[in-house]
């Protein structure tokens, strides 16, 4: 098999060789062969990049509305165009079911939502007696994560342009092939020279230049809680405004009242997202005490039934590999630890499944048995791996769902609207799921440790923006 090298990078309006030497390979997940490496961006380049967005930010600031929806546009077609070498690239780098194709569309979705958000945004609002002025916030230093790389590019991007910010990208090393298919297609859109820089390279190398810089404004970061709080701190200094989406540990409260085959499937989908891979994955289970046993025997039916591991081209295949060997053995070791802490294991369980000896596969798990307090309820596995919680009325559901660092996502299962409506209500999560409702351009972010701002829509588009207000 041909290796895919990737040795460019791009800054400026052109695809240049990076200062930096490192080679980092890249595997195939599902067969854990090396596939391609790619050269990593150093220091210099990321100060090259930042130089080339500050140059380009005076004119790209002073854009108009209707330019600036021109460029997305532009943007948006040739991402779309792009689909098929996207879509074969989630697959061999990332191992993403074929069958969630959904999530490559969303890369070219993104800036179709932003057109439309742009398109009745309001810059000017009056206040008494001032005029309120939304002014872009400068430049933007966006950090995206491997676990939806092409969408968090295409979102982060196509809101930072729509406020008039420029921006240096810095994608995860894990996700290169899927950075260089889209880069691509942002070069052929053909926007200003250095209002697009993308630097692919290491976080504590190219993230920290980017985080710390007094000419980087903004910075946009998905990503872990722990990396997180380090940006947070390194952005300080410079009183960078901060837009971070951390991690979750998203509760799917199943009512009394709900259909049990029903909720069940839409809450075990919601906690297999991407392969479990998800910040928004639905990884704690609630369940009324009086239907515990009912609701395990459902689960252990639906899991190998609607819910199969194995080859990503499979279009049977609903969970796919973990992203890396580390990520398996992290996996791994939360499994082997819910089980020392007394968990007990209805479906699943360590070591791979079966048949599948190679590549970075999990057994698709879930817990029974488990109180809060563990390890398996309370910290982000990134894996398929599920606690199934046991509670008492709604008031016992609702201080479980919210007892946790975490308020990023949370999920209702019920059959009367209004009552999953009054319990969404209490729950501290930045967006409430009812039976599957989904808004893409909602207001997106965490309470507590899930992060600080919100991205999409309207409230992604003014965590660009300053309000300058000026008296008349």
Known sequence: MQRNIIDKIYIDGEFVTPHGTEEFDLHNPATGEVIGQVRLADEADAHAAVAAAKRALPAWSATSREERID?????????????????????????????????????????????????????????????????????????????????????????????????????????????????????????????????????????????????VSKISFTGSTATGKVIASQAVDTLKRLTLELGGKSPSIVLDDADLGQALTGALAAGFVNSGQACVAGTRILVPEGRIDEALALIAKKVPEEFPVGDPRDPATSIGPMVSERQWERVQSYIRRGMEEGARVVVGGPGRPEGLGNGYFVRPTVFADVTNDMTIAQEEIFGPVLSVITYRNDDHAVDIANDTTYGLHAYVFSSDPQRARRIASRLEAGRVSINGGYEPLSPFGGFKQSGIGREYGVFGLEGFLEPRSVML
């Open 71 to 215: 460029a997305l546009g532009r943007l948006q077609a040739a991402v779309a165009a792009q689909r098929d070498d996207l879509l074969e690239a989630v697959t061999v780098e990332y191992g993403g079911p074929q069958r969630h194709s959904f999530l490559v569309d969303a890369a070219a979705g993104a800036f179709a939502g932003m057109i439309s958000t742009l398109a009745e945004f309001d810059f000017t609002r009056r206040i008494g007696q001032a005029e309120v002025e939304l002014a872009p916030a400068g430049v933007a230093g966006l950090i995206t994560p491997w676990n939806s790389d092409a969408f968090f590019i295409c979102d982060k991007l196509a809101t930072a342009l729509a406020a008039g910010c420029t921006v240096v990208i810095k994608p995860s090393e894990l996700s290169a092939t899927q950075t260089q298919v889209i880069t691509q297609a942002l070069h052929e859109a053909g926007l200003p020279r250095g209002v697009v820089n993308v630097v692919t390279g290491r976080g504590d190398v190219v993230g920290s230049v980017i985080t710390r810089h007094p000419d």
